[in-house]
């Protein structure tokens, strides 16, 4: 799993019909201390997260998981909203 930002929602006129229902949205992952790490990217969301929201989303297969048993075609899937993130520094 990995931590990101929401930063907006993707709306399609037209999709796959096993993606009706399925709310797509623009995320920018981060680092542990909430820097941009990478690029941006489009997300399914499973759990109604919001713009400005830190979030923890997964990659590969396991992103279809929260929509069984609909077989949707998707890379990446927001599955939790972030609290807090507590990190441990090394000595």
């Known amino acids: 799993m990995r931590l990101a930002v ?8 037209c999709k796959n019909p096993d993606m009706q229902g399925v709310k797509f949205l623009v995320i920018q ?5 909430g820097r941009e790490n990478g690029e941006m990217l489009v997300a399914t ?3 109604g ?8 989303w997964c990659r590969g297969r396991e992103a279809t998981i929260p929509f ?3 077989q949707v075609a998707s890379d990446a ?3 939790g909203i972030v609290d807090t993130v507590y990190t441990v520094r090394e000595r």
């Not at 929401?6 to 006129?13: A, L």
């Not at 997260?49 to 923890?56: D, L, Y």
């Open 6 to 13: 929401v930063k907006g929602s993707v709306v399609c006129t």
């Open 29 to 33: 992952p981060v680092d542990d201390h």
């Open 68 to 70: 069984l048993p609909k």
């Open 45 to 47: 969301d499973a759990i």
């Open 49 to 56: 997260a919001g713009a400005g929201e830190t979030v923890f």
């Open 77 to 79: 899937c927001i599955i």
